[in-house]
């Protein structure tokens, strides 16, 4: 079964084909093949105005989608079994792009049209092949349920449990900022172009963890919930009272690596309370901030000394792409159910997971 996924929520245009190498091998838990999978960022872009903006975002996405199709999949739609797309969350003109040109493409191809929820895509991340493998020759494990699931982008912050495929329950949300959102507001406040997260990561390298002790959001607090705008807030009153430093590349490091780690801090140690709750058989990290190196590294040891296999998702389909929507697609095709009228489907820009 071939699927071809295609996202367009926020600022990268995205077309990915993903197959199983046969069902049952997918189904006892071998990765799916990803046959092609191309992601066109348009940072540049947006990197003058310091954030994305929707009706720019869709205009790129427009003018990007139609010679990216033309290169990457077969103009007749030749193998491909079922259309994936994200239908949400995300910025609405800009999910409206990548919509509609599902709907057009199963119409003309007469193949299932499958929405799906670009966090759910996020999850799905970690059914799919890594580049870099320990022992190569013998299959690579995937989650297995339930699954605590920590989605950590740049719009949410959430813990979910999965029970099944297709089958979320939230246990915990921000309150407040998304992690990644706290990552690009204290890159702007330092000075730093948007996408903040990497930047801020990159700069922490060689900077104190504990050269600023930044507050810990809702730690002391019994719940699963998170809290980054005290710590946006504390960061910013530093910088204010330290002004003079503001150039000073130490300075600078030292806040980068407190922030960093105060934010790693909290998403490790909310995360393993909810594993005590819920005694997950894996975890799982998804979302544009699993980039992280830090969290990564964290929450794999975190996970070895409870003895919870930790799946973080392959460095490549851990930002916006769409083989990791393709593969939502995958598991929701196994089910006639989760297929929509294609002249029905609309782009929700809050749809849910759960
Ligand atoms: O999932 P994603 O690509 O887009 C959304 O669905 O939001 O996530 C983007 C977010 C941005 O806030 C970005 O700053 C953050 O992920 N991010 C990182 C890193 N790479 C991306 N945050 C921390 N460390 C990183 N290495
Ligand atoms: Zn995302």
């Not at 995205?14 to 092609?36: F, H, Q, T, Y």
């Not at 975002?57 to 139609?66: C, D, T």
């Not at 699954?147 to 099944?164: D, N, P, Q, R, T």
């Amino acid at each position: 079964m071939k699927i071809l996924g295609i996202e367009t929520s926020c600022d990268e245009t995205a077309l990915a084909v993903v197959s199983d190498k046969s069902l049952i091998g997918a189904w006892r838990g071998k990765p799916l093949k990803v046959e092609v999978s191309t992601v066109l960022s348009q940072i540049q872009t947006h990197e003058k105005y310091g954030g994305v903006v929707p009706e720019v975002a869709a205009r790129e996405h427009l003018q990007a989608m139609g010679p990216m199709l033309e290169k990457d999949i077969p103009f007749d739609g030749k193998g491909i079994d079922a259309i994936a797309v994200t239908a949400g969350p995300g910025l609405a003109p800009a999910l409206r792009v990548g919509v509609e040109t599902a709907k057009t493409l199963a119409l003309l191809w007469g193949v299932p049209l499958i929405p799906i929820c670009h966090l759910e895509g996020h999850i799905y991340a970690s059914w799919l092949p890594r580049a870099k493998r320990v022992l190569p020759f013998l299959p690579q494990p995937v989650p297995s349920f339930p699954a605590l699931c920590l989605i950590v982008s740049g719009g949410h912050s959430e813990l979910v449990v999965m029970k099944g495929h297709g089958q979320f329950e939230r246990i915990g949300e921000t309150l407040d900022d998304a992690a990644g959102e706290a990552f690009d507001k204290v890159a702007k406040m330092l000075s730093l172009p948007y996408p903040g997260g990497p930047q801020i990561a990159r700069l922490a390298v060689g900077g104190q963890v504990d050269a600023f002790d930044f507050p810990r959001g809702l730690l002391n607090r019994d719940n699963l919930d998170f809290s980054f705008s005290g710590l946006k807030t504390s960061v910013l009153y530093t910088l204010r009272s330290n002004d003079e430093k503001l150039d000073d590349e130490e300075f600078r490091k030292n806040i980068a690596a407190s922030f960093q780690e105060a934010v790693v801090d909290v998403l490790v140690r909310k995360t393993m309370r909810a594993a005590k709750r819920v005694k997950p058989a894996s975890i799982v990290l998804a979302g544009g901030v699993a980039a992280n190196i830090e969290l990564r590294a964290r929450m794999r040891a975190a996970g070895e000394t409870e003895g919870i296999d930790v799946f973080v998702p392959p460095l490549t389909y851990s930002l916006d792409n769409a083989a990791m929507i393709a593969a939502a697609g995958y598991f929701r095709a196994q089910d006639e159910k989760n297929f929509v009228d294609p002249l029905d489907l609309a782009a929700d820009s809050n749809l849910d997971i759960v």
